[in-house]
């Protein structure tokens, strides 16, 4: 390690390059990295001076949730996991780190995107980057053949974060997953029925179910003469039809990848079809299509799958759509991705950075919700092999949190971050041991009540903590009460006081704070 | 890096050497490191035969939950969360990780433990390691004065794993602080109240809760004649008495921290002492402690604590004790800790180890609970260095989840790990898409209902079902049934079974089983 004389020079020098790309304005990217090796120099020097200047913030792409927040994701939560219990899910968690092999081999070119552990001696271990993985190599380990779990944890990527738009390098998922043998499309019809339900309930606005298949695509590639060697690179090309023109994606096709224009475009005419069970039942007399073994498995359950789609009520939004790729490497037959279709409300700091209008005109905030049948994935892990059939759904939370927020900013009403029942007060002096006493009282009888720290508050603080924290009533405790055995119940909105004697407190509070 | 033959060489070499310890029965510690380096090799080697011999584990000191322990943690968190609601605190979160540098010099010699991320390009990040530093950087970064919150996460901690303890390198905290600058010992007092709250509902037998002041320990140390610079070191091995005779405590203060015999001695005498309120006044008046300022501003305290937990209907499980010191840096003021004083349930792993005379002769689990009064931290993360006084405590929840799963163990009802409340089944072919039908019907008035993913499925197993895993009705369809326009309701323990209208059906599910 250098001498301290050595690392107080290095500091020096990089705060000048620091400050110089501040002054040019140079990328936020660029700045943060340079900051990052002064911090580094800083570290390595130890000492106070570098805490004050740096650290007061949370680490790239991450958040804290202030009560607020926490007060909607809350809701959100219950939502979905109320939903996931209602069809049976059972809950399982796993560590948030696994041995980086775990993770190794399943996410194709994405594991870059992985965060490693420093090696401080023992195994190597990674943060999870989804929590499909960590469930497979939970059914592998423990010999599950069938199950259905739901998991909602917090997972990992070191992408570049795009915070406005709900995009964090640290988020949430909530994983809902079949695993088993069962007769085809059943579990893979639940699981829309499930992205339906909770994106009903959450009122986020209209939005659309994509569905597709992996062979369907894989079939498709293959008769419209696409060298097997070219499926994965030029179906993640199409994955792109979401966010690029048609003309670019084809020259992407052709000039990058080397596709002949002759198949980029008989893929053209594919991918542009949307439809239901007719599309499927079109397809199946395909004369190209119905060449291909896999895709005529791939749309007959297809088929199928629509079929029970219709018994649950949710064809209203679902289409099945040939441009639907999705990027993860292990789905081996139907693929499902969840959009929001209306404008949603504009999120600040995107106003802010001038996105307003483009928002008006109806930016999308993207999919929500996406997964698909992943039948491979569990045998990777098992020593001899052994298959395990899995399909499930994942409800990207943070996008919704970011719209839930945007909401409730909107809205007159304002979100309560505490449960508080009764507040627990005194207009007079010296009453600190009384309010104390009572407050005991309440808690020991389940009653949510609070009281101030202090040894004489005005009523005046006491009200307003009311107001400000929508404390809906006040126990005003003074002399004249106590020598009566009451105390005065003051509703906060209505201002309204009433005395009720010490022995029926606790149930009248109950009483008019059924809703709470 | 090596190339692909040198790599297997040494791939094979490390093998031996990982067989030879097996052979031998090394320690596991032993054998995992060799273990780990090996691993270490194939992931630089790549390619499959790694992963099947080896992956299958989570990482070291941690654990998944199954659905059995989630419904157990579940249980206890319900009962953590709505104290702390009843008290009126807020939630908040922050993430996993934090700027290596905020956790910087807040841990004194626990730092070694602090699991760093590799570092790859940006940030220098550390997993957290409690939830009290990260909420003290909250507060400096958005300015917060005063707030009651409460934070469940996990904490990561590289210990030396005893899992049948209930000790973990990923672990759960369950905390709630009061920062705020308030009257002396009320919202101290109210952490202790919280305490005795929680554990008293988890039922987890008989506790006890230690308290104690940081003053009162410095004070003593002064006036026994323990050198200031020898306070933080002598006030660790303190802390060991609850490990420790007082005999091998002397002995490492006198022969390894030099300590003189009068000075130990004299310490010696207070550490023995334990009371309430009583004893903190006789120490007021005790000829040497009287000497030192700050004992006598702990002792003030220490009355004035006491007399709040009178008010409380606390003080029949606290204790004024003298000996309890705490790890931690940053206490400033009050400590506590609580421990359970009942023999617990011997943990199955234990009585396997051996251990399971021990644990009838009757081991603690140890600490369940602890903190204390840290008004330094916050200032250490403010720009000026403005203190905002806090206290707190931490519910330390691994060690409950095992007396609970012990407890679940024991007991003959089995726990339930899903929520259903009604099957739907049936007992003749081809009714499928009437299962389906029903079944939606059910999960959209909000009923909680699984339907078997199989055409034709056995009645016996759709029944079996619901006893493993204690599904209370079943909801019988039969061409009988569909033309007379009801369902078979057969409740599952009784087999008692009866016609109910379809239009009824919701409504007497909701009504048979109110209490799910």
Known sequence: MADKAQIQEAIKTQGEVVRKLKAEKASKEQIDEEVAKLLELKVQLGGDESRHQFTLKTAKGTRDYNPKQMAIREKVFNTIISCFKRHGAENIDTPVFELKETLTGKYGEDSKLIYDLKDQGGELLSLRYDLTVPFARYLAMNKVTNIKRYHIAKVYRRDNPAMTRGRYREFYQCDFDIAGQYDPMIPDAECLKIVHEILSELELGDFRIKVND?????????????????????????????????????????????????????????????????????????????????ACAGLTDMKQLFSYLQLFQVTDKVVFDLSLARG?????????????????????????????????????????????????????????????????????????????????????????????????????????????????????????????????????????????????????????????????????????????????????????????
Chains 1, 2 share one sequence.
């Open 328 to 516: 993860l490497d292990y789905y081996t037959g139907v693929i499902y991705e969840a959009i929001l279709t209306q404008t949603g409300p504009v999120p600040v700091a995107a106003a802010q950075n001038g996105a307003g209008e483009k928002a008006e005109e109806g930016v999308s905030v993207g999919s929500v919700a996406g997964g698909g049948r992943y039948d491979g994935l569990v045998g990777m892990f098992d020593p001899k092999g052994r298959k395990v059939p899995c399909v499930g759904v994942s409800i990207g939370i943070e996008r919704v949190f970011s719209i839930m927020e945007q909401k409730a900013e909107a809205s007159a009403e304002k979100v309560r971050t505490t449960e508080t029942q009764v507040m627990v007060a005194s207009a007079q002096k010296n009453l600190l041991e009384e309010r104390l006493r009572l407050t005991a009282e309440l808690w020991n009888a389940g009653i949510k009540a609070e009281v101030m720290y202090k040894k004489n508050p005005k009523l005046l603080s006491q009200l307003q903590h009311c107001e400000d924290s929508g404390i809906p009533l006040v126990a005003i405790l003074g002399e004249q009460e106590l020598k009566d055995g009451v105390v005065k119940l003051r509703t906060v909105h209505s201002r309204e006081e009433i005395d009720v004697s010490r022995a029926k407190l606790v149930e009248e509070i109950k009483r008019r704070t059924l809703d709470v």
């Open 214 to 294: 992996r062979r369907i695509l894989d079939g498709m590639f293959a008769v419209c003469g696409v060298p097997d060697d070219k499926f994965r690179t030029i179906c993640s090309t199409v994955d792109k039809l979401d966010k690029m023109s048609w003309e670019d994606v084809r020259s992407e096709m052709v000039k990058e990848k080397g596709l002949s224009e002759e198949a980029a475009d008989q893929i053209g005419q594919y991918v542009s079809l949307q439809g239901g069970m007719d599309l499927a039942e079109r397809l199946l007399q395909d004369a190209k299509m119905s060449q291909s073994k896999q």
